[in-house]
């Protein structure tokens, strides 16, 4: 009960908490006695303290009618519960990500973990490639589970391609510049639309891109996983992505950001931003997280003048720039000076 008590109170928005606001957060208890011996517990250890001005009631036992939540305790708690699995669960689950995310992500993992811990531990690790829905019932007993939400956790718990899967998505559309194709360090572009991909193909073999990927908007995230089985060149792969500058455009990157790595080629987005913005798409939903993930990327007034478009209802479609800029900024650009 106590645990289940932690994890709502990390996800409790404010920092004090009323006795009632306690009752509606805490798993079913029988009687008031066992609900204050709980909150009495997280006072002992410093997780609830009262708020004095607030007072006690007059029950017995006594609890405060509102406390102050200590969230630094809980991730404190929160870490060692981590740590504890890290003990527990196979050495190649690694659990490093968790450190970094809200504990309610870890919370909704947390079963297919142990699942995926049992497996590797009854059976090792696979040594042929099967389809993601057949290597999904094996793991956790649910054949979409890859597909919809698994994909995410075993690159979280970078296990992905040991776990050898072929993913259930479209092929990756890409051009490919042989004359790049034998570097050890071989860059990438990633285009959202179809247009800007026809636009920038003749250049390819002019620049030093190993590849020109078409992301068909949405479906990159998914088509992404492909790449290392259809490009099978060893080599330091550097990805960047070319998108429209609005909610939907740095959503898609996001997405694909939590699958590859992969940097906003700013060049074409610093070029997009000297032109005159559009305006509609008011049906966008903003992702906070994105945009700011997004937007650390760029210097400081880029990164607020990109915040204030928005703010206007404003944005910018990829087709702003036309074939010869596209063209002239993928070549002349300085793309090692993007790679950190």
Same mark, same amino acid.
């Given at each position: 009960?106590?645990?289940?008590?932690?994890?709502?109170?990390?996800?409790?928005?404010?920092?004090?908490?009323?006795?009632?606001?306690? =009752?509606?957060?805490?798993?079913?208890? *029988?009687?008031?006695?066992?609900?204050?011996?709980?909150?009495? %517990?997280?006072?002992?250890?410093?997780?609830?303290?009262?708020?004095?001005?607030?007072?006690?009631?007059?029950?017995?036992?006594?609890?405060?009618?509102?406390?102050?939540?200590?969230?630094?305790?809980?991730?404190?708690?929160?870490?060692?519960?981590?740590?504890?699995?890290?003990?527990?669960?196979?050495?190649?689950?690694?659990?490093?990500?968790?450190?970094? @995310?809200?504990?309610?992500?870890?919370?909704?993992?947390?079963?297919?973990?142990?699942?995926?811990?049992?497996?590797?531990?009854?059976?090792?690790?696979?040594?042929?490639?099967?389809?993601?829905? =057949?290597?999904?019932?094996? @793991?956790?007993?649910?054949?979409?589970?890859?597909?919809?939400?698994?994909?995410?956790? @075993?690159?979280?718990?970078?296990?992905?391609?040991?776990?050898?899967?072929?993913?259930?998505?479209?092929?990756?559309?890409?051009?490919?510049?042989?004359?790049?194709?034998?570097?050890?360090?071989?860059?990438?572009?990633?285009?959202?639309?179809?247009?800007?991909?026809?636009?920038? @193909?003749?250049?390819?073999?002019?620049?030093?891109?190993?590849?020109?990927?078409?992301?068909?908007?949405?479906?990159?995230?998914? *088509?992404?996983?492909?790449?290392?089985?259809?490009?099978?060149?060893?080599?330091?792969?550097?990805?960047?992505?070319?998108?429209?500058?609005?909610?939907?455009?740095?959503?898609?990157?996001?997405?694909?950001?939590?699958?590859?790595?992969?940097?906003?080629?700013?060049?074409?987005?610093?070029?997009?931003?000297?032109?005159?913005?559009?305006?509609?798409?008011?049906?966008?939903?903003?992702?906070?997280?994105?945009?700011?993930?997004?937007?650390?990327?760029?210097? %400081?007034?880029?990164?607020?003048?990109?915040?204030?478009?928005?703010?206007?209802?404003?944005?910018?479609?990829?087709?702003?720039?036309?074939?010869?800029?596209? %063209?002239?900024?993928?070549?002349?650009?300085?793309? %090692?000076?993007?790679?950190?």
């Amino acid at each position: 009960m106590r645990k289940a008590l932690e994890r709502n109170l990390v996800q409790f928005k404010r920092k004090t908490i009323t006795i009632d606001e306690l =009752e509606e957060i805490s798993p079913m208890t *029988s009687s008031y006695e066992q609900f204050a011996e709980l909150i009495l %517990q997280l006072e002992s250890d410093n997780i609830l303290e009262m708020v004095k001005a607030k007072g006690r009631n007059q029950r017995n036992p006594s609890i405060a009618y509102r406390y102050r939540i200590n969230k630094h305790q809980l991730k404190r708690t929160f870490y060692q519960l981590l740590q504890t699995y890290r003990l527990k669960f196979h050495d190649a689950i690694d659990l490093d990500a968790y450190f970094k @995310l809200d504990h309610a992500t870890w919370i909704e993992d947390l079963p297919y973990l142990e699942k995926i811990n049992a497996y590797i531990q009854q059976h090792g690790f696979p040594t042929e490639k099967v389809p993601a829905p =057949e290597r999904s019932f094996e @793991l956790v007993a649910d054949e979409k589970w890859i597909e919809q939400k698994g994909s995410e956790v @075993l690159h979280r718990i970078n296990l992905w391609d040991a776990m050898k899967i072929f993913p259930v998505s479209d092929p990756l559309m890409f051009a490919i510049n042989p004359t790049s194709i034998t570097q050890d360090h071989q860059l990438h572009l990633i285009v959202e639309n179809k247009t800007t991909y026809q636009a920038l @193909l003749p250049a390819l073999t002019d620049t030093t891109f190993a590849t020109l990927i078409y992301g068909s908007g949405n479906k990159i995230p998914k *088509s992404i996983e492909n790449f290392q089985d259809q490009y099978p060149v060893k080599a330091d792969h550097t990805f960047f992505y070319f998108g429209d500058i609005d909610q939907a455009g740095i959503t898609i990157w996001h997405s694909l950001m939590k699958r590859k790595e992969t940097i906003p080629a700013l060049s074409f987005y610093q070029v997009c931003l000297e032109k005159k913005p559009a305006y509609g798409k008011t049906n966008q939903r903003p992702n906070e997280q994105a945009l700011t993930t997004f937007l650390s990327f760029f210097p %400081q007034a880029t990164a607020q003048t990109i915040r204030d478009l928005f703010a206007n209802g404003a944005y910018y479609p990829q087709e702003v720039l036309k074939t010869e800029e596209l %063209q002239r900024i993928w070549v002349e650009a300085d793309w %090692q000076n993007f790679i950190s």
